[in-house]
């Protein structure tokens, strides 16, 4: 009923903080959601938006279209057309690199790029979503966490890292939890019902943020629901959804807002889930909030920093560094005891 309520009668309020002198990335702009998200950083005075695309001539299309609507835009080179594959972790690698070496400050980390399957597909040795929405998104975000925490320090402020998620993660019953290996067991190909595959992606990504935003300091990480909206994702989810998305779901540019409002929300906002563009953590899911899913929680995120440093060892220090104490160090051993295969 509150999905319903929120979808008819909530509409998130229109953005009007100003972005003057910030730079933004925003993952999976071409098009949809990050594409609006980033037309409003660009109308709210933002000095650099990151197209960061997969698809530099999408990149290109959707700059142009930005600017063209923005006709105060002094200089066209306040939206630049970077690329990034979440596909292809060298290329994560490869645009992090290029941020921190030619960017001077990172105020917004805005993680939106995402798919929606309706079958198991492959990338990294990984089931599809589970590596695009998940393992890429944490892969880039603790890759460029070093520029936002040096950011905070040279600047006096406070970085956001925001991470679009859905209020869908409450439709997975998430039985992968009781296996001996939750990511082992999504990689299973058998797996055989992919219709929770989206939902348990982004039940995932919202256990991950819970789970590292205690540890995180100087930098908002904080996630948020855009609701249901009209957008490229749903290319491959049938019929059912359009019909539901006729009669119910937002306009691109409004669910957009959602996005600006995690990207500009303050500390408040730290480790919460937002909805509608504001902080509403009531609106997990009850599981999310139980002690089960406080344990899920630690499992995932112990088997994630595995599979993270897998790829690339010491890629997850800068939580560590950011840490009060010393109790989070590196357990030896903890990332061979996954008993996951990882992609090189
Ligand atoms: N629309 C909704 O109702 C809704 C509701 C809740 C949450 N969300 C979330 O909102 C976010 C944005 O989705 P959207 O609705 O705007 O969908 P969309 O129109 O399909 O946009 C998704 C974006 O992600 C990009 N992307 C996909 N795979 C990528 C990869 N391997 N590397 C880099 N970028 C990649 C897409 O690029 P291409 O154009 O090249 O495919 C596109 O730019 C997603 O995280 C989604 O889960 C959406």
New binding site residues.
């Given amino acids: 009923m509150g999905f319903i309520y929120s979808q008819l009668f909530v509409t998130p309020t229109y953005p009007t903080t100003s972005c003057a002198g910030q730079t933004i990335i925003v993952?999976?702009?071409?098009?949809?959601?990050?594409?609006e998200a980033a037309r409003h950083f660009v109308r709210l005075g933002a000095a650099k938006v990151i197209l960061?695309?997969?698809?530099t001539a999408?990149g290109e299309k959707a700059k142009e279209d930005i600017l063209g609507s923005n006709t105060k835009v002094k200089s066209s080179n306040v939206v630049e057309v970077w690329h990034?594959?979440?596909?292809d972790y060298a290329s994560v690698k490869a645009f992090a690199d290029r941020a921190t070496t030619e960017l001077e400050r990172i105020d917004v980390l805005l993680l939106?790029?995402?798919?929606?399957d309706d079958k198991f597909l492959s990338?990294n040795g990984h089931e599809r979503m589970v590596d695009?929405?998940v393992i890429?998104t944490f892969y880039l975000a603790f890759l460029i966490l070093p520029r936002l925490q040096a950011t905070a320090k040279r600047f006096g402020i406070r970085p956001r890292l925001t991470v679009?998620?859905?209020?869908?993660h409450g439709f997975s019953k998430f039985p992968e939890r009781n296996e001996s290996s939750i990511f082992a067991a999504l990689q299973n190909p058998d797996a055989k019902n992919m219709s929770e595959r989206?939902p348990t992606s982004?039940l995932l990504e919202v256990l991950v943020v819970r789970e590292i935003a205690p540890k995180l300091h100087g930098v908002t990480l904080n996630m948020l629901?855009?609701?249901?909206?009209?957008?490229?994702?749903?290319?491959d989810s049938g019929m059912m959804l359009e019909v539901i998305?006729f009669f119910l779901?937002r306009s691109?540019e409004v669910?957009s807002r959602t996005l600006v409002a995690g990207a500009m929300a303050g500390e408040e906002s730290h480790g919460t889930y937002m909805s509608d563009g504001i902080v509403a953590d009531e609106h997990l899911s009850p599981f999310v909030r139980s002690e089960e899913g406080k344990k899920a929680q630690e499992k995932v995120w112990t088997e994630l920093k595995g599979v993270l440093e897998g790829m690339e060892e010491g890629v997850t220090e800068g939580l560590r560094c950011m840490t009060e104490g010393s109790g989070n160090g590196t357990d030896a051993g903890l990332y061979a005891s996954t008993g996951i295969s990882y992609a090189s």
Wanted: glycine share 12%; net charge positive; with cysteine.
């Fill in positions: 993952t999976g702009s071409n098009t949809g959601l990050g594409k960061a695309v997969r698809n999408a990034l594959d979440h596909a939106n790029a995402g798919v929606a990338s695009i929405n890429s679009v998620t859905s209020e869908v989206y982004k629901n855009p609701g249901l909206c009209h957008s490229e994702l749903s290319r998305k779901a691109t669910g």
